[in-house]
């Protein structure tokens, strides 16, 4: 196992075309392994611009231009990629926001499909239905490769402490999350919530998002970040375009579990409710 990794984010400003966005994500990429990155996470939609009346036309098969793109990225750069998250169209037409991971040889070791869909009515702030196009997930894949173990979680599913805390029992050491928060719900919950998870979990989270665009139709609030398993924030972006790098310690997720062994201090004898009223 490594006992440390060096990874970037690119938070990157995601337009209308493709091929430009494709164009801006190689080169990002690129850049961050010319300067050591190990690993590399891309945000959610980094391909699409994430408008619903839009998602349809962008979506692709597995596999199609997109993630082999991704592929070929990974394996000339020998790096674990996150392709952040894509619409993805199955055999049966249904569109899933899917995030695929590469190893250094291009091969996918990852799958996630969102599983919680963001459909939220927030008077005169936010309105968005992601069901409106997409399909939901059923399933949290762990990936381990080379003694690491960790999963992908997209955007709304952190809010979700079940999801975390599954994959976390399940010896997860990290989470990486490829997400397009707002300017509604940015400033409130981002920080928090990924702080959160890592204290609740003991272990690094990894949050990707989209560079601000001013002339999108969706406001990404930007400000990747990561978190160590005591909850500081190591690194972390603005609004704007950036790459942000962290070097994880993995002994830091021991160390802090055997400390303050809150895992296995969890009583499920009594985690459930009372219908007696009592």
Not at 216 to 232: N, R
Request: proline share 5%.
């Amino acid at each position: 196992m490594r006992e440390k990794l060096k990874l970037a984010i690119c938070q990157m400003q995601v337009s209308a075309c493709k091929k430009d966005n494709l164009d801006k994500a190689g080169d990002m990429v690129n850049k961050a392994c010319c300067r050591g990155a190990q690993m590399v996470i891309l945000p959610e939609m980094f391909n699409a611009p994430y408008q619903t009346d839009l998602l349809a036309e962008y979506a692709e098969s597995f596999p199609g231009p997109t993630t082999d793109f991704l592929s070929d990225l990974a394996r000339r750069n020998s790096i674990f990629l996150v392709g952040g998250s894509i619409p993805e169209k199955d055999a049966q037409g249904r569109i899933y926001n899917c995030s695929y991971t590469f190893d250094e040889q291009g091969h996918v070791i990852g799958k996630h499909r969102k599983i919680h869909l963001f459909d939220v009515d927030i008077p005169g702030q936010l309105y968005f239905k992601e069901s409106d196009v997409f399909t939901a997930g059923d399933t949290l894949q762990l990936i381990q490769y080379h003694g690491l173990v960790w999963a992908v979680l997209i955007c709304y599913d952190i809010r979700f402490p079940e999801l975390a805390r599954m994959a976390a029992l399940e010896g997860a050491q990290m989470l990486v999350i490829p997400a397009a928060f707002n300017h509604t719900t940015g400033p409130a919950h981002w920080e928090l919530l990924m702080r959160t998870r890592a204290v609740d979990n003991q272990l690094f989270v990894v949050a990707a998002s989209p560079a601000l665009n001013p002339e999108a139709s969706y406001q990404a609030w930007g400000h990747s970040l990561v978190v160590d398993p005591w909850g500081t924030v190591i690194s972390a972006a603005g609004s704007g375009e950036d790459t942000i790098y962290a070097e994880l310690d993995w002994t830091m997720v021991d160390k802090v579990r055997r400390e303050l062994p809150l895992l296995k201090h969890r009583r499920t004898d009594v985690y459930q409710l009372n219908h007696n009223g009592v």
